[in-house]
């Protein structure tokens, strides 16, 4: 129904820019939350003054899209929207499987976004490459403080791009890295950005497969760590 909503919405988006803003807000309020953030943005010009001075949208906060089968398209139209936004604090985007190509877009728009503070991208197979661009977007990205990045294979490499990102990182307080296969290899990376990083307060890396090599270097962290 979300899909036809918004075809509608395109269909018909010729007719708002003759439509007293009275109208067109009337029309507004009976779509939900999802039509009109991925698919009435940048559409027109006039769509986007409406849209400045609607209340509602203004006042949208929290997002949740998980489960939705969002490809790589998608997530560009999400990212998009992420450049112009100033409320959204809070995206959920989990198990879309959005993949390395999608994470990109996503991560591009960090860049810039000055609002978003917690996203889930959790189940959506980034990998290693993926990781690597969630990596370059904290390294510029001044406002995100919970990440989830669970189950999405990024393994000791990807993680390694993580790892570097936290040592200049400022912001993330709260990283959940739960079944990605990263191992020893991979918690020593994020053991070593430990004894640097001074803001995270809460890491998540049940099921990694770490054993008690990986245990150690947690261990040693947690010497320098404050």
């Known amino acids: 129904s979300t899909v036809r909503s918004a075809a509608r919405l395109k269909y018909n988006m010729h007719t708002f820019s003759t439509l007293p803003l009275e ?3 009337r029309i507004m309020d009976h779509q ?6 991925c698919s009435m943005q940048n559409i027109c010009r006039r769509l986007n003054q409406i849209l400045s001075s609607y209340q509602r949208y203004q006042t949208l906060t929290r997002l949740n899209l998980s489960w939705n089968a969002i490809d790589t398209e998608g ?15 809070t995206l959920n985007l989990s198990g879309n499987r959005i993949g390395a190509a999608g994470v990109q877009h996503i991560a591009d728009a960090l860049r810039t976004n000055t609002t978003l503070t917690t996203l889930n991208l959790s ?24 990440l989830d990045l669970r189950c999405n294979e990024i393994g000791a490499e990807g993680v ?7 040592r200049m990182n400022t912001t ?5 890295l739960v079944e990605n296969g990263i191992g020893a290899e991979g918690v020593q990376h994020i053991a070593d950005a430990l004894r ?14 770490i054993g008690a090599e990986g245990a150690q270097h947690i261990a040693d962290a947690l010497r320098t760590n404050t």
């Open 196 to 209: 640097t990083n001074t803001t995270l307060t809460t890491l998540d890396l049940w099921c990694n497969e």
């Open 123 to 146: 189940g959506n197979r980034i990998g290693a490459e993926g990781a690597q661009h969630i990596a370059d977007a904290l390294r510029k990205n001044t406002t995100l403080t919970t």
């Open 75 to 89: 997530a560009q139209h999400i990212a998009d929207a992420l450049r112009m936004n100033t409320t959204l604090t």
């Open 172 to 176: 993330v307080t709260t990283l959940h």
């Open 160 to 166: 390694q791009h993580i790892a570097n990102a936290l």
């Open 23 to 25: 109208i067109v807000y």
């Open 32 to 37: 939900n939350d999802r039509t009109l953030f």
